[in-house]
């Protein structure tokens, strides 16, 4: 942890680190929209779908090219809007009553803001716990900066799965119509809850995609998709220990 509070308080070193978790997440928002093309062409709008994609590639190289974190933070940004300005359109079914606009979270204003804050909440409750795990502080992060009672190194871990780990699991509940517009309610100030019974549902197939076998990119072993954060805290860990030369993120393929 030592190790980790100088790392911190150096931005070149927060900068490096940042840049690999970065990487990780477009990296895979990228893949999202390219599995789209290749999995429903005939029901999306390609080129659209292409332009995006061209987009995130362009900003991949921009991203090697940061000398700080506020830079990284812009890209990081526009990126995210780009990928986010297209999620309408891989919700294939129910579209009436789950549909994107925007991205909004305190509080979510539609269903599917709902069910994506939610899922994100449990993602970063994962990640916290694994850091812990290896030994870090998950409050102290490198992008994401000090904030009272803010787990930011569970924030900067995630952020490179928020996309084939939570988005993909949050696409395929609505597909497959595991969820519908009955579990979900609007209150006096527009926010939009699930009920308890939507909940449940959510929860569990959440545990049944922690059990998803996936051969990790990196170490090129059979996980659990549930393993995949504890990884990549150690990871992490034995970089910030000297023994790897860099922080390797979570590239899905």
Avoid at 176 to 186: D, S, W
Avoid at 237 to 250: E, L, S, T, V
Wanted: hydrophobic share 40%; with cysteine.
């Amino acid at each position: 942890r030592r190790a980790q509070y100088r790392i911190a308080d150096d931005e070149n070193k927060c900068t490096d680190i940042a840049k690999n978790m970065i990487t990780g997440k477009i990296f895979n928002s990228r893949w999202i929209i390219e599995r789209a093309i290749r999995d429903h062409s005939l029901r999306l709008d390609v080129d659209k779908l292409k332009r995006k994609s061209a987009f995130l590639y362009d900003a991949l190289s921009r991203v090697k090219q940061c000398t700080d974190t506020q830079q990284l933070r812009g890209i990081e940004g526009e990126a995210s809007s780009v990928y986010f300005s297209v999620f309408d359109d891989l919700i294939l079914q129910q579209k009436e009553d789950f549909y994107f606009k925007t991205r909004n979270k305190r509080p979510p204003l539609d269903n599917l803001n709902a069910l994506l804050s939610f899922t994100y909440t449990l993602l970063a409750n994962e990640c916290a716990s694994a850091l812990q795990a290896v030994g870090l502080d998950p409050y102290v992060g490198f992008l994401h900066k000090d904030r009272p009672g803010r787990i930011s190194l569970a924030l900067d871990l995630m952020e490179e799965l928020r996309s084939v780990f939570a988005d993909r699991f949050v696409i395929s509940l609505v597909n497959k119509r595991i969820v519908n517009p009955k579990g979900f309610t609007v209150k006096e100030n527009g926010a939009v809850i699930m009920n308890d019974e939507t909940r449940k549902t959510v929860l569990s197939n959440w545990q049944a995609k922690k059990k998803e076998i996936i051969k990790h990119p990196f170490l090129q072993e059979k996980i659990e998709w549930g393993i995949v954060p504890h990884v990549q805290a150690l990871l992490l860990a034995r970089f910030i220990r000297g023994d790897i030369d860099q922080y390797p993120p979570f590239l899905w393929k």
